[in-house]
C-alpha cells in the first residue's frame, strides 16, 4: 500500500482514521477518548490492533461488536440537488446527472 511505501522510504506517517481494515495494518495505533469532541482528548489505548482489542476503550468495544452503529430503517431523502447537465471533459460524453445536497454522494468508476 502507499503508506507502507511511505513508511518503508524512512517516513513517519500518521493516518486518523476509523476504518477497521486500515487500523489492522497499522504499526502502532493510539485510541484518543473516552468520546468525540469536548468529551474526548486523552489517550484511552495505545498498541498494535491486537492490543487496541483487548482494552476497554469504545473503539475496542465497536470492534469486537459489543457495541454497534446500527443501520437506519428509515433513510433520509434529499428534496435538494444540484444537476449537471452536457458534461463532456476528459472521458465524459455529454452526460447528464444529478446529486442529491445534504447527503454523502459518491462517484465511481474506471479511471483515464
Excluded: W
Aim: proline residues 3%; hydrophobic residues 40%; negative net charge.
Amino acid at each position: 500500500s502507499v503508506l507502507k511505501d511511505l513508511r518503508d522510504l524512512g517516513n513517519t506517517v500518521v493516518v486518523v482514521e476509523h476504518d477497521e481494515d486500515i487500523m489492522k495494518e497499522a504499526d502502532f495505533i493510539i485510541d484518543i477518548g473516552p468520546e468525540a469532541g469536548t468529551f474526548g482528548g486523552n489517550v484511552v489505548a495505545e498498541g498494535t490492533f491486537e492490543e487496541i482489542l483487548k482494552s476497554n476503550s469504545l473503539t475496542a468495544k465497536y470492534l469486537n461488536e459489543n457495541l454497534k452503529i446500527e443501520v437506519p430503517t428509515k433513510r433520509r431523502v434529499s428534496r435538494n440537488n444540484i444537476q449537471i447537465i452536457g458534461a463532456r471533459e476528459h472521458n465524459l460524453q455529454n452526460i447528464n446527472v444529478t446529486f442529491p445536497l445534504n447527503c454523502l454522494s459518491v462517484i465511481t468508476g474506471v479511471s483515464g
